[in-house]
């Protein structure tokens, strides 16, 4: 299949992977826009969000657990953080296959930046 981050999945691209188990992988944003931006993602190929099945409950709640341990570990969980899922053009998504964005270590605006 024609897609960048199941590509990334299978270790035909590189990425600066910092977690994985079955369901999901967790690796560094290329453009990170925080001192963490870690992309978590499940291995099954899920194009938006639009697209979650209710089969599918149990692995997207696990993007967000990662999430939350990732913050932990890192030590900025009681301070804060930042998860964000972009959903179709109006959305600002640009990769098709679901991912959330970790971001932490800095403090963040709403709505933007
Ligand atoms: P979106 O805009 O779809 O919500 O987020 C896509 C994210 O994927 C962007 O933050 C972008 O920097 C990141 N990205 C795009 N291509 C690559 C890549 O090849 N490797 C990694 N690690 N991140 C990528
Ligand atoms: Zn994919």
Not at 15 to 21: G, H, N, T, W
Not at 36 to 45: A, G, R, S
Not at 81 to 92: A, S
Request: aromatic share 8%.
């Amino acid at each position: 299949m024609d897609c960048l981050f199941c590509k990334i999945i299978n270790r035909e691209i590189p990425a600066d992977i910092v977690y994985e188990d079955d369901e999901v992988l967790a690796f560094n944003d290329i453009s990170p826009q925080a001192p963490t931006h870690v992309l978590i993602i499940p291995k099954q190929h899920i194009a938006t969000l639009n697209d979650i099945e209710e089969s599918q409950l149990a692995t997207i709640g696990r993007l967000q657990f990662v999430a939350a341990n990732l913050a932990r570990e890192r030590g900025f969980a009681e301070d804060g953080y930042r998860v964000v899922m972009n959903c179709n053009e109006d959305g600002g998504q640009t990769v098709y296959h679901i991912h959330m964005h970790l971001m932490g270590g800095r403090r963040f605006t709403w709505p933007a930046g």
